[in-house]
T-cell receptor, first 111, second 115 residues
């Protein structure tokens, strides 16, 4: 069993839809949770960073962490075609350690 | 956000040659940088942790003599793929974070093709 599970998709939605992306994990030591967006043949771009449980909002993006369920989510409101990319969840147990990544979910927002 | 620059973005080399990839933190000092490898449609897999002024720490299954890492300064880490083979063809990505927090920023990645 992988430490971090993420549905690879592809997930196809119409423009303007609310997108929900999720990851589950098995390592209860994870405390730092991140969401990255990766366009084809590019390095990952940090979208959201959360420590421990709770919600965090930044513009159209909301990250949620439920440590009791070992479940994290990223919501994208008013999705745009430019949001089409692969979204990777990542997490670490302590600060400045390397990240453990999910496999990534490919999102396609149809105009 | 912090900027991590990786160079080159793309390289094609012949089998048996060596290739050096550079990773620089442009606006902060990074005592630790990380090197990942990504195969098509797969996630990033950690290869090694690069420590400034000391030896790198390699993940299980990664050959340290094949993937040489040097972290000579607080802003530069290099990965050298030695005696490259076609199976080394992949997307290599570095990351670094500021000392004061845990956010990790990634370079643009290097697509290596060994022919």
């Amino acid at each position: 069993q992988k430490e971090v599970e993420q549905d690879p998709g592809p997930l196809s939605v119409p423009e303007g839809a609310i997108v929900s992306l999720n990851c589950t994990y098995s390592n209860s030591a994870f405390q730092y949770f991140m969401w990255y967006r990766q366009y084809s043949r590019k390095g990952p771009e940090l979208l959201m960073y959360t420590y421990s449980s709770g919600n965090k909002e930044d513009g159209r993006f909301t990250a949620q962490v439920d440590k009791s369920s070992k479940y994290i989510s990223l919501f994208i409101r008013d999705s745009q075609p430019s949001d089409s990319a692969t979204y990777l969840c990542a997490m670490s147990a302590t600060g400045r350690r390397a990240l453990t990544f999910g496999s990534g979910t490919r999102l396609q927002v149809q105009p | 956000g912090a900027v991590v620059s990786q160079h080159p973005s793309r390289v094609i080399c012949k089998s048996g040659t060596s290739v050096k990839i550079e990773c620089r933190s442009l606006d902060f000092q990074a005592t630790t940088m990380f090197w990942y490898r990504q195969f098509p449609k797969q996630s990033l897999m950690l290869m090694a942790t690069s420590n400034e002024g000391s030896k790198a720490t390699y993940e299980q299954g990664v050959e340290k003599d094949k993937f040489l890492i040097n972290h000579a300064s607080l802003t530069l880490s290099t990965l050298t793929v030695t005696s490259a083979h076609p199976e080394d063809s992949s997307f290599y990505i570095c990351s670094a974070g500021r000392q004061t927090n845990t956010e990790a920023f990634f370079g643009q990645g290097t697509r290596l093709t060994v022919v």
